[in-house]
T-cell receptor, first 112, second 112 residues
Framework: DSGVTQTPKHLITATGQRVTLRCSPRSGDLSVYWYQQSLDQGLQFLIQYYNGEERAKGNILERFSAQQFPDLHSELNLSSLELGDSALYFC???????????FGPGTRLLVL | QKEVEQDPGPLSVPEGAIVSLNCTYSNSAFQYFMWYRQYSRKGPELLMYTYSSGNKEDGRFTAQVDKSSKYISLFIRDSQPSDSATYLCALVGGGATNKLIFGTGTLLAVQP
C-alpha cells in the first residue's frame, strides 16, 4: 500500500458525459501528479500540482482539468468524454519536488 | 524518436533465471532513473531509484545506469514467479517539475 488513495476504483459512463476522479496523496506529500495509462499510449503524464498550484502540464486535453485543494487532495475532471478516453487514470504524490513518486491504485474509466 | 525506448518483450524465463531489462534514452538532461513494477490492473510500485552512473543493489534487484551511453538496466537475480509483472523504466529531468517519462514497459513472465 503506497498511501495514495484514489476513488472511485471503476467508472462506467457514456460519451459526452463528465466525471470527476479523486486522489488523496500520502501524508506529508505536497505534490500530486496525474497520469493516464492506455494500451496504445502507455503511461502518460497529464498534470502536476504542488501545494495547490499548477506546476507542470503534460499531454492533457483541453476537455480535462484538475485542481488541488487546501487539504492537498486533488480532483481530475474529464468532460465531453469520448470512447478514446477509456483508460486507467493514476494519481501519484511526492514530497515537494522529490523525485520519488508513489502511485495510487488507479481509477479504471470505461466510456461506452 | 521517443525520449525513452524500452525493450517491449514479452519476456518469459524459468524460475531462478537472471533477468535483464533495458531502456535507452536520448536526452542527457535526465538526471534520475527509476524502475517501477506494475502488476496487472494495479498501480506502478517503485522498485529502484538512482541518480548516478554505476550499480545500485537492493536484494535480488540491481539497477545499472550508464549515462555516457544513455542506457539503464534492471537485473533480477533468482527470479521468482511472483516477479511476473510489467517493468517500467522512468526518467526524470531537471527543473521545477519532476514529471516522469516512462518507457512502454516490459512484460515479464517467470515460469515455475
Amino acid at each position: 500500500d503506497s498511501g495514495v488513495t484514489q476513488t472511485p476504483k471503476h467508472l462506467i459512463t457514456a460519451t459526452g458525459q463528465r466525471v470527476t476522479l479523486r486522489c488523496s496523496p500520502r501524508s506529508g506529500d505536497l505534490s500530486v501528479y496525474w497520469y493516464q495509462q492506455s494500451l496504445d499510449q502507455g503511461l502518460q503524464f497529464l498534470i502536476q500540482y504542488y501545494n495547490g498550484e499548477e506546476r507542470a502540464k503534460g499531454n492533457i486535453l483541453e476537455r480535462f482539468s484538475a485542481q488541488q485543494f487546501p487539504d492537498l487532495h486533488s480532483e481530475l475532471n474529464l468532460s465531453s468524454l469520448e470512447l478514446g478516453d477509456s483508460a486507467l487514470y493514476f494519481c501519484a504524490s511526492s514530497v515537494d519536488s522529490g523525485e520519488t513518486q508513489y502511485f495510487g491504485p488507479g481509477t479504471r474509466l470505461l466510456v461506452l | 524518436q521517443k525520449e525513452v525506448e524500452q525493450d517491449p518483450g514479452p519476456l518469459s524465463v524459468p524460475e531462478g533465471a537472471i533477468v535483464s531489462l533495458n531502456c535507452t534514452y536520448s536526452n542527457s538532461a535526465f538526471q534520475y532513473f527509476m524502475w517501477y513494477r506494475q502488476y496487472s490492473r494495479k498501480g506502478p510500485e517503485l522498485l529502484m531509484y538512482t541518480y548516478s552512473s554505476g550499480n545500485k543493489e537492493d536484494g535480488r534487484f540491481t539497477a545499472q545506469v550508464d549515462k555516457s551511453s544513455k542506457y539503464i538496466s534492471l537485473f533480477i537475480r533468482d527470479s521468482q514467479p511472483s516477479d511476473s509483472a510489467t517493468y517500467l523504466c522512468a526518467l526524470v529531468g531537471g527543473g521545477a517539475t519532476n514529471k516522469l517519462i516512462f518507457g512502454t514497459g516490459t512484460l515479464l513472465a517467470v515460469q515455475p
